[in-house]
């Protein structure tokens, strides 16, 4: 029989010299540290090249018989936003399914899926499921897994804690809102993310619709917006790991996309900016850039009433659309409590307003 995913020990491998961390030596306890974050200075991506991409969700029921059966339980977190879904493994889905969890998932922007056997099916098997949703970006300065490089790790504990890189003590507030790799020329469109090891409290998830957020606005604003764009930096994020001694794998782009964009599935129309990657806005000078961004940047995350919350447990995974939804990380739990959960983020079509 082969081993369990969770008994599976990366070897020691050399890195760069403050991330010398791996499951064998600093920190022997994760319960999965064949997904440790690996970093290794000569691994290089070259630049992202554009693909055809066909949304699966095209072509699903629009009834989901094979993802909503009657053994499955659903509880709607809020009107605009976010399900919790039991009865079901994504596992197991059939082809048919999968389409229907893509267009579930743009429907309603964030599903969470309890108690599910997906951390334990192997990454083999874990990239095969998530190919069928887009090509899987692989992510130029975060941990990934040694021979996988479609993982992106979310890892923080004791010895590693890469939370305070991104997000320093001397804020305040410690959430960042954005949508993921935005500065990709295709950026993420159906997104997994599943939990190996969670806190017995906090470090949850907060994620809002911008699709709400721009239904909110008025229509003469909605006009203004209307053939804007905005450019999306990777540059930040890059500096950003070179100055903490990180890596980057591939160097980083700007792409321009525009301000409000439309869902191929769905249809509907969403504010594209985010505060972790929207810098400026084409064509405005830049304090005008400034304060229109600033605005749309306040009215996001201010608007608890398109917001949820999402709360996780070992096995949880949350399956969520990054074309319309913006989330956040929350740092709120004890420093020594471990929090350990792997991204697989596949790249949907080039963002168009119509």
């Known amino acids: 029989m082969a081993p369990s995913v969770s008994d599976i020990v990366p070897p020691v491998t050399e890195t760069i010299a403050d991330l010398k961390l791996t499951a064998t030596t600093q920190d022997s306890s994760p319960s999965y540290p064949f997904y440790y974050p690996y970093y290794d200075p000569n691994e290089k991506f070259p630049p992202t090249q554009v693909y055809e991409h066909t949304d699966p969700g095209a072509k699903a029921d629009r009834a989901k018989p094979h993802l909503l059966t009657p053994e499955t339980n659903v509880s709607h977190l809020s009107p605009f936003l976010g399900t919790e879904i039991s009865g079901v493994q994504i596992s197991q889905l059939s082809e048919e399914g999968l389409d229907e969890l893509a267009l579930y998932a743009a429907e309603r922007k964030v599903l969470i899926f309890r108690d599910q056997d997906f951390k334990d099916i192997g990454p083999d098997r874990q990239i095969e499921i998530a190919k069928r949703f887009g090509r899987i970006q692989r992510h130029p300065t975060s941990g990934n897994v040694k021979g996988y490089p479609e993982f992106h790790v979310v890892y923080r504990g004791t010895e590693h804690d890469r939370l305070k890189d991104v997000i320093p003590d001397d804020r305040i507030i410690r959430t960042q809102w954005h949508s993921d790799v935005s500065y990709e020329k295709q950026p993420a469109g159906t997104t997994f993310f599943f939990v190996l090891d969670q806190p017995p409290v906090g470090g949850d998830t907060l994620f809002a619709s911008q699709v709400e957020a721009y239904n909110r606005l008025s229509p003469e604003f909605k006009k203004r917006l209307e053939g804007l764009r905005a450019v999306h930096s990777g540059f930040e994020q890059a500096e950003a790991s070179r100055r903490r001694g990180g890596i980057v794998r591939r160097e980083p782009i700007q792409t321009e996309h525009p301000l409000v964009r439309r869902h191929p599935v769905t249809g509907e129309k969403a504010l594209y900016v985010n505060q972790g990657f929207t810098r400026r806005i ?36 949350v399956v969520w659309d990054n074309r319309v939804t913006v989330h956040s990380a929350t740092g709120d739990f004890n420093p020594g409590d471990r929090r350990h959960a792997v991204r697989l983020t596949p790249q949907a079509e080039v963002p168009t307003e119509t």
């Open 282 to 317: 084409v064509g405005f000078k830049m304090e005008e850039s400034e304060y229109l961004l600033k605005f749309l940047f306040d009215h996001i995350s201010k608007g608890a009433d398109f917001q949820i919350r999402a709360r996780y447990q070992p096995g949880s995974v």
